[in-house]
């Protein structure tokens, strides 16, 4: 789908500033594709920078449990889920 920009009130790094101070995670992701086309990156290249990023990022990893917080397993079913 083709979008016109019609305001071109910032440039491609104060778009990025601006991308950088809002705390909506869509609107900070539309401003950064339209400083991408601004600067002339054409819509595979900015595909292809996407999916490269997301192949650098980390897994997520479950949140340790807090300090306080009892085990639910009785120790003779522990050392059924310990690595060997």
């Known amino acids: 789908m083709a979008v016109a920009i ?41 595909a292809w920078a996407r999916a490269r990023r997301d192949r650098r990022r980390p897994p997520l990893a479950a949140p340790a449990a807090p300090a306080s917080a009892r085990p639910r397993l009785a120790p003779a079913q522990l050392h059924l889920f310990l690595p060997k």
Do not use: F, H, N, Y
């Open 6 to 46: 019609t305001q071109l009130d910032l440039s491609a790094p104060e778009l990025r500033e601006a991308a950088a101070r809002t705390q909506d995670a869509k609107a900070a992701r539309r401003m950064l594709a339209i400083a991408l086309v601004l600067e002339g990156w054409s819509c595979c290249a900015r």
